[in-house]
């Protein structure tokens, strides 16, 4: 699936459309990138935060605190054959603004959130010409605690 | 600005709990919603919440004050809205940005949903989590996670409220404390005429009168009015807010039986005034709940203080602010700076904390609006509500059954009526002398000393007490030399009008309450007083209130019917001081917010059917051994909530509960029997006087080289080895008593002596033209010692500011003397 | 004839004999020719399943055996090649006819996009193209009495692509000539 990968170092306004043009959405005197993917996996989730336990009468009760929707993503080799690609992905990693962008005719920019950490890129074959990416993206404003 | 933060969390079972925060430094604004929120409120969700405690405390009577905390990570500021709210709340550490806060567990921001109102924190800590900038640059412009706090404004307001030391508004501009505002001169004089009244005591039947007795009194309801009226002022002034406090009628859940005589002498001859015995004052068997309200009915009475308690300075007969630049050295009287309300005690609160824990209450302070604070006084026994709470489940549950015993000890409690009189039925006696007086404190001092060193208990005094004190009088006959003693209730005067002898009234009795200009011979007294109809039969029906001091205190605790003669006995008794008794403690957590209701089941359980004192019950079957064999028992248990301490962030609540046998108070059904108290000891003098004997006060003349003269009517002083010789004005003579020769006499001769009460002396004394005027001691070798004037600055051996007493007639004044010396 | 063998039947068998290996360590360049028909080079696709279940080539491991007659490899040329050992090379292999393509010594590109079995221009057959990242080793060889090297290159290509008729013997059996003519690259 073709998706796009954005950053920016100020936020984007909430439920900004995609375009392809990237610089005319950011914030004025804001520095950033899109770039376009074709992954490998795109497998969208959902993840609840929940309080749960057991009465002492024996009965269970858990309380939904808060739900956010998840993507499972892989980009593989094929996509990052390129430094402009890996340039991208690292300054991806390393921003506090995250894009993804999953219907590039009607879909907005969601904000998102990668984790911290190591970059989780896999060398395929151990090759580092063969490196394969796995991002678990969050997003960042989910239906919270509703 | 406003700032609020809404969120809600989905509770199993229960459904949508919102929850809604507020910060402002305009306090109405809490209270807005959201269509009324000012333009450029702003609506964030930064603020990270923990937990919202409230506590009841068992030994102090009062609820521990509400605290709330919550933390704000600099990091979680996205938008420039965030970092405003963000470094809104952080201004509270500037002591002139005030930043009020209120949590409301739910959508509107109402009173019933108002978890929380307070004021936040000045002292902010936080944890530094990144710093920007290269090695040893200052600009290290630090990301944190600060954590903040808010108490509860009700009580930390009311803190401020100071009673004695300097109070400053935002500015720093210095603004009156409450005495500079209950004495101000108009504001004073107006309403202390209004409301301190002189109230019937009783009625003394003479020869041919009717002999009026007042006691001055004040309503103790009326000046805690007064002094919240006052304290909302102070805090309109402080804050900029206006908030208005209202006590509300509270019944004090204490019986009481009030003082009376149980067997009058009849009028003997003439102006042989016999109608108190001592030894027939007793409690009268009608019970009379103490409240504290303005007016009494039938089984009910508010609770009256004598006016001394508001302040020192009422005591010594000036209450205009202002002394006239007296030192005194050599006062002999226990210092009774620590017994009246506006001297001993710092601040509102304070003021409201210790009475409700010397009855025996607590105090419950709630919002009633926004602006408005409702205070009311709870018994123990009414604090336990009435019916059950019902909880869904626990999640985790655990008792302690342990001793209570505090650490340190214990403490003790114990009242004393004045400064020299111990609480309950104690008499000062006519010839009490000072080191009598002296000693027998120093006796109780010392006592509670041993307590706290052997048994490491440590002993706080009560502002009030049980204390139906009596004074003897000596009395001497116009007609007969016969001197005759009787007992009176402290403090009664006569008609304050000054003359002695009252006059008959018709109609309603109200019109006589007469408005005193001095409180006269007026001492500082602790005691409790009550209203009630007339007790003896020889009070006309005219009089449909008298006012007595509270004899005893009647109460059922854990089943059995008791007496209380003191107020500390049954403070005590309630505190179970120096008692070892057993507590089990039970701490519950229940995972839900919305968990509990008053009726067995789901329909209707709300948060709010959970409030401290709730009462659960839990049963189970034991086993019991007795007798040699096992029964199976049912067994109930209640437990009252002392604690409750709800998890903001997820649904959560953690209660601790005490077994409710230490509520276990109610009110006996018939008054129990009634152990008359034995009057204390009799004062030393020459010779023992007894309250039957006419008295005989003799005191010998001291010899002297050439011999000493006394004339009738002059002052005299005590010596130490108890001879007598004309008073002085004399710094050299400090502990001596001064009393009244009765009769002349020289060196050698024993001649009666007057040391307290009213000295009537027509043939000897004319007081015209200074009646309602104290009466000074001068040193006179020859002549009276007695002067209309006082010494105004020391001269030679002559350097004591003596008042004798206030002259009430034209041939009496009533001895009591205080002395001070010049620097 | 050689005979390549290939893992993925869904890819056709490439029949074009090895005719040329060139290698490059940055500082000497070997060219050898006259190679023995036994040598050859499999690949092999590396696959990746996609979140459609499908599999997807991202890239092919490819290993060529060069059998090299001894008379042909004179003394500089071995040891240059034995110097080439356990080295990051560049090699070409040029198939079905000889191409002097210029090695660079250094990569465009830190990637493996130019790495390819490509054709050559002038339409003579093809070649792999493993510029910067070749792995060899040599040894000898005593087959039925006779000496020969045996160098073995490795290397991971991007792609494989080849789009001219090959002037080589119609193999016997097998797939249809022109179906060598689709791409094969990814």
Known sequence: MIIILAYCNAPLPDDTAYNADFATVMPEGAVGAQMQFNTLKFIPSIETETVSGKTKRGRNFEHVISSDEIYDIVITADELMTLAKRAFVTNFWKSSHKYLVTDTTTGDYINVVSGGGVLPMDYINESKYLPELKLNLKVANGDGIS | MLIIQEYSVNEHNFGRQAIRFAVSNVYSELFLTNELAPIGTIYTDIYDFEKHKQDLELEDGKFGIDELTFEINSLSCKSETDKKAMYFCLDATNVNSVRYCA????????????????????????????????????????????????????????????????????????????????????????????????????????????????????????????????????????????????LAESDLGIDVLPSYVSEFETAKEYDHIGMFRS??????????????????????????????????????????????????????????????????????????????RDLGCFLVLGYSAFDEISIEFIPRESIVNSGYTYLVDVDESSFDSSSNRDADGGTNFYALASNELDEGADIKRMGGLSSYYVSKYQKKINLLEELKEQKNIDSKKLMLSISPTLQELMRLSGRTDEVSIHSVPINVVANPTGAMHAWEYEGNFEGIYANGTSPGSVQLHTGIYVQTTRIEETIPEQYEHITRTAHAIIATINGEDKVFYKLADYINEIYKTGQQYYETALNIKVPYWNGFNDVEGAAGASWKKLTLGSVFKFSEIVKRFADDVFTDLDIDRDYVVVGIERDLSKPETTIKLVDKSAYAFGYPETIPDLIPIP??????????????????????????????????????????????????????YPGADLGIALASGISGDTIMVQTGGRVNMPGVYDFTGHVSENLFLRTNAVGSNLSHSPLLAASGSEDVYCILGRIDSLTSFVLRPKKWKFV | MATVLVKNIAESILQLPIRALTLHDGTNTVTLMQLEAESDFLFEPIIRTDDEGLPRTIAYTVKAQIFVPHNKMEVPWISYVNAMMNKTVSAVISLGAINNWPLLPTPIENTLTTRAINSSPAGQGGYIDMRDNARITIKVETPEKRQRFLITVQSIVRSIFVNEPLSVDAPTGGLDKNLIRRTLSV
């Open chain 2, 103 to 246: 949590l409301f567990f739910g959508e509107e921001p109402i009173a019933e949903n108002m978890l929380f109102v307070g004021k936040l924190n000045t002292k902010i800590s936080g944890e530094d989590i990144a710093w920007r900038g290269a090695n040893f640059s200052p600009n290290i412009r630090p990301e944190r996670s600060y954590k903040l706090s808010a108490l509860s404004f009700d009580v930390s307001m009311l803190d401020e409220s100071k009673i004695n030391d300097d109070v400053y508004d935002l500015e720093s501009v210095r603004i009156s404390n409450l005495r500079e505002r209950m004495f101000e001169a108009t504001h004073f004089d107006t309403w202390f005429k209004s409301v301190a009244l002189h109230r019937v005591a009783y009625v003394e039947w003479g020869a041919s009168q009717r002999y009026i007795h007042y006691t001055p009194l004040l309503n103790l309801k009326t000046y805690l009015d007064k002094m919240l009226a006052l304290s909302s002022t102070l805090l309109q002034e402080k804050y900029g807010i206006s908030i208005s406090f209202a």
């Open chain 2, 279 to 356: 030894d027939k004052w007793l409690p009268y068997p009608r019970r009379i709940r103490l409240k504290l309200s303005d007016a009494k009915t039938n089984t009910t009475s508010p609770l009256f203080v004598s006016q001394t308690m508001i302040d020192s300075r009422l005591i010594n007969d000036k209450y205009v602010v202002g002394e006239d630049g007296i030192v005194d050295l050599l006062q002999y009287n226990i210092d009774t700076m620590d017994m009246a309300f506006m001297t001993k005690l710092k601040t509102m609160s304070e003021l409201l904390f210790t009475l409700a």
């Open chain 2, 679 to 732: 009057l204390p000891e009799v004062v030393n003098g020459n010779e023992s006087v007894t309250n039957t004997d006419t008295g005989k006060g003799g005191y010998v003349i001291v010899n002297t080289t050439p011999p000493s003269e006394i004339a009738i009517g002059e002052a005299v002083m005590i010596l130490s080895d108890n001879t007598i010789a004309k008073a002085e004005a004399n710094s050299s």
